[in-house]
Nanobody, 120 residues
């Protein structure tokens, strides 16, 4: 089993930044694929970014909509996953979910989600 707890969401103005954190516990291994998804009101949950828990300088992946603005990273000693979000736009408003054991466009384990609201 894997437990994921997100933090760091909030309200920010357009152009601002937020950093989301995810504390992972349980059966997390070096190559466990970790990631972030988001779900906006009235929309389906969508992929945001992915990274293996022990990042080796490659193998990160981003949705086109966030490339160049968001950065995913890990601290494998602490089993933490981060999402640095810069140049935020109102369309980034969503509940952001940390995920473990990504499988295609979904995942086996999910956190409870953290709300990110970007005002215009």
């Amino acid at each position: 089993q894997v437990q994921l707890v997100e933090s760091g969401g909030g309200l920010v103005q357009a152009g601002g930044s937020l950093r989301l954190s995810c504390a992972a516990s349980g059966r997390i291994f070096r190559n466990t694929p970790m990631g972030w998804f988001r779900q906006a009101p009235g929309k389906e949950r969508e992929f945001v970014a992915a990274i293996p828990m022990t990042w080796s300088g490659k193998s990160t992946d981003y949705a086109d909509s966030v490339k160049g603005r968001f950065t995913i990273s890990t601290d494998n000693f602490k089993n933490m996953v981060y999402l640095q979000m810069n140049s935020l736009k109102p369309e980034d408003t969503a509940v952001y979910y940390c995920a473990a054991e990504l499988q295609g466009n979904t995942a086996r384990y999910w956190g409870q989600g953290t709300q990110v609201t970007v005002s215009s």
